[in-house]
């Protein structure tokens, strides 16, 4: 490998994989990861913000990208993802470190130009025996052999067929471009918020689908008649690096899983429904207009989001919650009823100025004791979204990313939202 720094993308959708490769590449001066991107669509922005200074040199890709629940990476992954990089960097390598084993996969991948892989485990000496080779211009398929034959056909469909899908696309493009510059508002209100937020979901939907349904190429796999994979010998070591000097209590950084990502489509998907209360008791928010009350809750939403990263600047420590809890809720209802009447809202009655938001305010210790001191599990839902700590449920505790942790999470969400509100 040469003297010259090699910049490099890390494209993989586990945040504790790509913690500890990027640690072990710490240690060799002429390697620096320059960004990462747990998405098709963040890997995409990645590079397009880098792409002046032309600060990437190599992009290494976990193939087998988690299940397409996140609007933001649903439309790319996979083999799709490879051929946008190669339609748009050409001259950027690509190198495959993936847990994907299988051989038409591989192949395809290596079809579209891919050029090198290495499976997830093993040494890092391999690894950087591939980055060097692939920089250097020459591929690292040496465990592959017996592949099956594989064709890619670019240009498989008429020219009227390509230009009528490739319209529709920029169409696409277009209109995200709209919401995007719309959400970008800093005077947009919360209602308009949610408005162009669930627009901007639509769309990339949509455009999923319509790559689903109009293939903009076709790869043509023909079986080998052996088996298509030379055994993997087994690896030296495996990749086990320890993350950097930290405390394990200490807060995971933003959206270092797409876990929280989907919860927070869940969330807005459901303050953009008929917000009915289904439950049979009455609820103090069920007087309002359903615009009003989707705004209600959405701004608590956005205030325990937004309280959430406060606490996870902080470095706040687990074994702290307990003793701040009480302070946050408090900040959370005060910061809410502020945000929605207005700090300096005014009421004129019987020539009387009422200062609503005073009052409001001035009855925190009766809200404290009826509602907030009420409201459960509060402090395993901060460990959840702050460490990732798992959720006990009927005696039973389930780590942080399976669905029943992510079910209760939303559950518990949805319930202090409610409860402030």
């Given at each position: 490998?040469?003297?010259?720094?090699?910049?490099?993308?890390?494209?993989?959708?586990?945040?504790?994989?790509?913690?500890?490769?990027?640690?072990?590449?710490?240690?060799?001066?002429?390697?620096?990861?320059?960004?990462?991107?747990?998405?098709?669509?963040?890997?995409?922005?990645?590079?397009?913000?880098?792409?002046?200074?032309?600060?990437?040199?190599?992009?290494?890709?976990?193939?087998?990208?988690?299940?397409?629940?996140?609007?933001?990476?649903?439309?790319?992954?996979?083999?799709?993802?490879?051929?946008?990089?190669?339609?748009?960097?050409?001259?950027?390598?690509?190198?495959?470190?993936?847990?994907?084993?299988?051989?038409?996969?591989?192949?395809?991948?290596?079809?579209?130009?891919?050029?090198?892989?290495?499976?997830?485990?093993?040494?890092?000496?391999?690894?950087?025996?591939?980055?060097?080779?692939?920089?250097?211009?020459?591929?690292?398929?040496?465990?592959?052999?017996?592949?099956?034959?594989?064709?890619?056909?670019?240009?498989?469909?008429?020219?009227?067929?390509?230009?009528?899908?490739?319209?529709?696309?920029?169409?696409?493009?277009?209109?995200?471009?709209?919401?995007?510059?719309?959400?970008?508002?800093?005077?947009?209100?919360?209602?308009?918020?949610?408005?162009?937020?669930?627009?901007?979901r639509e769309l990339l939907v949509a455009r999923w689908l319509a790559d689903q349904l109009l293939p903009a190429s076709i790869i043509l796999v023909?079986?080998?008649?052996?088996?298509?994979?030379?055994?993997?010998?087994?690896?030296?070591?495996?990749?086990?690096?320890?993350?950097?000097?930290?405390?394990?209590?200490?807060?995971?950084?933003?959206?270092?899983?797409?876990?929280?990502?989907?919860?927070?489509?869940?969330?807005?998907?459901?303050?953009?429904?008929?917000?009915?209360?289904?439950?049979?008791?009455?609820?103090?928010?069920?007087?309002?207009?359903?615009?009003?009350?989707?705004?209600l809750l959405g701004l608590v939403f956005q205030t325990f989001e937004a309280l959430v990263e406060d606490l996870r600047l902080s470095e706040v420590?687990?074994?702290?919650?307990?003793?701040?809890?009480?302070?946050?809720?408090?900040?959370?209802?005060?910061?809410?009823?502020?945000?929605?009447?207005?700090?300096?809202?005014?009421?004129?009655?019987?020539?009387?100025?009422?200062?609503?938001?005073?009052?409001?305010?001035?009855?925190?210790?009766?809200?404290?004791?009826?509602?907030?001191?009420?409201?459960?599990l509060v402090i395993d839902l901060l460990a959840h979204r702050l460490f990732e700590k798992s959720l006990v449920i009927d005696n039973v505790s389930?780590?942080?990313?399976?669905?029943?942790?992510?079910?209760?999470?939303?559950?518990?969400?949805?319930?202090?939202?409610?409860?402030?509100?």
């Open positions: 490998m040469s003297d010259r720094i090699t910049h490099i993308l890390l494209i993989d959708d586990d945040p504790v994989f790509r913690l500890g490769l990027t640690t072990a590449l710490q240690a060799f001066e002429e390697l620096l990861v320059v960004a990462e991107a747990d998405t098709g669509t963040e890997a995409l922005s990645r590079l397009a913000a880098l792409e002046a200074t032309n600060s990437v040199d190599v992009a290494i890709l976990e193939l087998a990208l988690g299940p397409p629940n996140s609007s933001e990476g649903i439309a790319l992954s996979g083999l799709p993802l490879c051929q946008r990089l190669q339609q748009e960097y050409p001259n950027l390598p690509i190198l495959l470190l993936t847990r994907e084993s299988k051989p038409t996969v591989l192949a395809a991948a290596q079809a579209l130009g891919v050029n090198g892989y290495c499976p997830k485990g093993v040494a890092i000496a391999t690894i950087l025996e591939a980055i060097g080779q692939i920089i250097e211009g020459q591929s690292y398929w040496q465990t592959l052999s017996n592949l099956p034959t594989i064709s890619y056909k670019g240009a498989g469909f008429a020219p009227w067929y390509q230009q009528w899908r490739n319209s529709g696309f920029q169409q696409f493009e277009a209109a995200l471009a709209q919401v995007n510059s719309q959400l970008q508002n800093p005077r947009l209100s919360n209602w308009d918020w949610l408005f162009w937020t669930g627009r901007r023909e079986p080998s008649r052996e088996s298509s994979l030379v055994p993997m010998p087994k690896p030296e070591s495996s990749l086990t690096v320890a993350p950097r000097a930290q405390s394990q209590l200490s807060p995971k950084a933003p959206l270092v899983d797409r876990t929280f990502e989907r919860t927070f489509e869940r969330t807005m998907v459901k303050l953009q429904s008929g917000l009915s209360n289904l439950s049979g008791v009455p609820l103090e928010i069920d007087i309002l207009q359903v615009e009003k009350r989707a705004e420590k687990l074994e702290h919650l307990p003793q701040k809890q009480q302070l946050i809720l408090k900040d959370l209802w005060e910061a809410s009823i502020t945000d929605f009447f207005g700090k300096y809202y005014t009421l004129y009655t019987d020539n009387t100025q009422l200062e609503v938001v005073t009052i409001l305010l001035g009855n925190y210790p009766i809200v404290k004791k009826e509602i907030i001191d009420k409201i459960p389930y780590p942080a990313q399976t669905p029943e942790a992510i079910q209760r999470s939303e559950f518990l969400l949805d319930n202090l939202i409610i409860q402030i509100a």
